[in-house]
């Protein structure tokens, strides 16, 4: 089965400054690729996703690059606020079905 | 985005005694839902698959017989943790997905069980 690696566990970050997230995958057969941030006690959120046929995506201060090749996404949080500490994870898809990485706690200092 | 609601949002239960979760999308048809169970600082454990009308496809390792899932219509699906016991305190999520919203996951707000 699927299996997807996210690094680094804990990210700590300046405020201001940009933080970056990484994961990587297994099947070749995975085509979809969603981050989530979550927030303690709450459920997760769809930050940001990318579809295989596409090798980047920007959303404001948030952007995704996917290497089909190397099989590794990347999450890239720019201008980086207080608000943005939280717990995110990374997933690959197949159809409908995710895999989620470990997941990474990333912690803003004002 | 899609609305997914789940209820109850906390419980607490004596140890023997069984918990249903349910899990509605409000406003779009779910195919498929899916249940997750997730420990403190950890990820999300994909438990099973349930398509509407259709059994579950259970993950490895995941007792059927201990966590049953019902998917009875296109919002609706349930979990019942029968027999509870202590160690099946947990934060429970559910998901839904759609054909019309693609790949896309909706997460319901989850459901804090602890069993005493």
């Known amino acids: 089965g699927e299996n997807v690696e996210q690094h680094p566990s804990t990210l700590s970050v300046q405020e201001g400054d940009s933080a970056v997230i990484k994961c990587t995958y297994s099947?070749?057969?995975?085509?979809?690729f969603p981050w989530y941030k979550q927030e303690l006690g709450k459920r997760p959120q769809l930050i940001i996703d990318?579809?295989?046929?596409?090798g980047e995506k920007k959303d404001q201060r948030i952007a995704v690059t996917l290497n089909k090749t190397a099989k590794h996404f990347s999450l890239h949080i720019t201008e980086t606020q207080p608000e943005d500490s939280a717990v995110y994870f990374c997933a690959a898809s197949v159809g409908d079905k995710s895999t989620f990485g470990d997941g990474t706690t990333l912690t803003v200092k004002p | 985005g899609a609305v997914v609601s789940q209820h109850p949002s906390w419980v607490i239960c004596k140890s023997g005694t069984s918990v249903k979760i349910e899990c509605r999308s409000l406003?779009?048809?779910?195919?498929?839902m899916f249940w997750y169970r997730q420990f403190p600082k950890q990820s999300l454990m994909l438990m099973a698959t349930?398509?509407?009308?259709?059994?579950?496809?259970?993950e490895q390792g995941v007792e059927k017989d201990k966590f049953l899932i019902n998917h009875a219509s296109l919002t609706l699906s349930t979990l019942t943790v029968t027999s509870a016991h202590p160690e099946d305190s947990s934060f429970y999520i559910c998901s839904a997905s759609g054909r019309a919203r693609g790949n896309e996951q909706f997460f319901g707000p989850g459901t804090r069980l602890t069993v005493l």
């Open positions: 099947d070749s057969a995975s085509n979809y």
């Open positions: 349930s398509n509407e009308g259709s059994k579950a496809t259970y």
């Open positions: 406003d779009f048809q779910a195919t498929t």
């Open positions: 990318i579809r295989s046929n596409v």
